[in-house]
C-alpha cells in the first residue's frame, strides 16, 4: 500500500535542537590552524549560530511540502518518496537516488526542468532521513536496488531509467543489474574506476593523473570512511547526541567535496543536515557504507557518466568500458560531488539528453501511468 506523507515535526524537537546549539561544549584550536588539523572553528562557529538563530525549518518544510510525498512498506521497511508527475502523459519514468551526505533534497533544484519530460521518483534510501533509521543488518545497494524495483513496480512503471551520484550511483548500476528487462539505461555522475593491471590500456596523461589520484585514495582511506565503515555505531552516538558534530561531519564533506566556483548554499546545506539530525539518522545512513557487498552484479543496460571537475575522482573512460556499454560520456570543468545542487543545469541537460537521445525508449506502450 502507498500512503501519502506530510513532514510536519513536532515543535519540540526544534526546541530541543536550539537548545543544544546554545550549550555547545567547544574545543579549542591551535592558532593559525586553517584545515589543517579538521574544521576551521571559526567557520563552525558561525554555521552553529546561523543554524541557532537565523535559520528557519518551518519555512523549508513548507516549501517541501508543496511536492507530493508517499511512504510505502518494502521488504519489512518503511521508504520515503517523492513523486512528480510530468505534464507529458507518455514522459519517460526516471528514479534518482542520492547518496551520503545527500538526500532526496539534492534534487529539488533539477524537479522543474526534468519534470518537464520525466516522471519522476526521488526516494529516501532505507536509513536516511524519512526512510530511516533502519533497524535490522543488510541493506546494502544490491537490497536497495530490489527495493527500487518493487517500488516502481507498485507505481505501475514498466520501463524507466535509472539516475544517481555516490551511492546513488552503485545503487542505479544494480538496479540495473537487477532488472535489465525494465531499466532502460543508467546515468551516473559518479562512477569510480579502480586500476586494471590486466587491463593493458595506453592511457592519456589525464587519465594517468587521474588513476593517480584513485590510487592515493585507495592506499589513505579517508578517516569519515574509515570510521562508517567500521564503526558506524560509535560514531553515530556523537553525531545523534551532538547538533554541533553532526553540523561538522557533514559540513566538512560539502566544503571538501564542492567546486569552489559552484557552493552549495548554506541554507541548502543546513536543511539537509537538519534532516539528519531531526530524523536521528546519523549512524543508520553510515551503516551503508559498513554493509557494502563483497560482489556487485554486472550492468548490462546502456550507461551515461558525467564527470564533473571537482569531483573526488574523475572517471577514467578507457577502464569504464571495459566493464559498461556507455552510449555518453559528458566531461564538465565545473560542479562537483553534489552536480545536482551545484550546477543544476549542466546536471538536466546531460540526464534529458542521455535518456532522450541516447538511449530513448522503443515505443510508448511501455510507458505506464503511475497510480501514486
Not at 506523507?5 to 526544534?14: E, G, N, T
Request: aromatic share 10%; hydrophobic share 40%.
Amino acid at each position: 500500500m502507498i500512503s501519502p506523507f506530510r513532514i510536519d515535526i513536532p515543535q519540540a524537537d526544534l526546541d530541543d535542537l536550539t537548545d543544544r546549539l546554545s550549550r555547545t561544549r567547544w574545543p579549542n584550536e591551535v592558532e593559525g590552524a586553517g584545515w589543517d588539523y579538521g574544521f576551521p572553528l571559526t567557520r563552525l562557529r558561525e554555521l552553529a549560530e546561523y543554524w541557532r538563530t537565523g535559520y528557519d525549518w518551518r519555512v523549508h518544510e513548507a516549501e517541501l511540502n508543496e511536492l507530493d510525498h508517499f511512504v510505502t512498506e518494502i521488504d519489512g521497511h518503511s521508504i520515503h518518496f517523492v513523486h512528480v508527475r510530468s505534464s507529458r502523459p507518455d514522459a519517460m519514468p526516471l528514479i534518482l537516488t542520492h547518496g551520503w551526505p545527500g538526500s532526496f533534497l539534492d534534487f529539488l533544484d533539477v524537479i522543474e526542468p526534468l519534470a518537464r519530460d520525466f516522471h519522476l521518483v526521488i526516494p529516501s534510501i532505507p536509513g536516511y532521513g524519512f526512510s530511516g533509521p533502519t533497524h535490522e543488518r543488510g541493506w546494502d545497494i544490491n537490497r536497495i536496488a530490489r527495493a527500487w524495483a518493487e517500488l516502481m513496480r507498485r507505481l505501475g512503471y514498466e520501463r524507466y531509467g535509472a539516475q544517481g551520484g555516490d551511492f546513488g550511483s552503485g545503487i542505479s548500476l544494480a538496479l540495473g543489474a537487477f532488472a535489465p528487462e525494465r531499466v532502460v539505461g543508467v546515468h551516473v555522475n559518479y562512477l569510480p574506476t579502480r586500476p586494471d593491471p590486466d587491463a593493458d590500456l595506453e592511457l592519456s596523461e589525464k587519465d594517468k593523473a587521474r588513476l593517480d589520484t584513485v590510487r592515493t585514495l585507495m592506499a589513505n582511506r579517508p578517516p569519515f570512511q574509515a570510521l562508517q565503515a567500521l564503526t558506524p555505531q560509535t560514531i553515530g552516538y556523537a553525531l545523534t547526541d551532538s547538533p554541533v558534530g553532526q553540523l561538522a561531519w557533514i559540513a566538512e564533506r560539502f566544503a571538501e567535496w564542492t567546486d569552489p566556483r559552484t557552493p552549495v548554499s548554506d541554507e541548502r546545506m543546513l536543511t539537509d543536515i537538519t534532516l539528519y539530525w531531526l530524523t536521528a539518522t546519523a549512524a543508520s545512513s553510515a551503516r551503508l557504507h559498513h554493509d557494502a557487498p563483497r560482489r556487485v552484479e554486472p550492468c548490462p543496460v546502456p550507461i551515461g557518466v558525467a564527470v564533473f571537475a571537482h569531483d573526488i575522482t574523475q572517471s577514467i573512460r578507457p577502464l569504464a568500458q571495459r566493464r559498461y556499454d556507455i552510449r555518453r560520456w559528458s566531461e564538465f570543468d565545473r560542479g562537483g560531488h553534489f552536480a545536482a545542487m551545484e550546477v543544476p543545469d549542466v546536471f538536466a541537460e546531460d540526464v534529458r539528453d542521455f535518456f532522450l537521445v541516447d538511449v530513448p525508449m522503443a515505443t510508448n506502450d511501455d510507458r505506464a501511468v503511475a497510480t501514486a
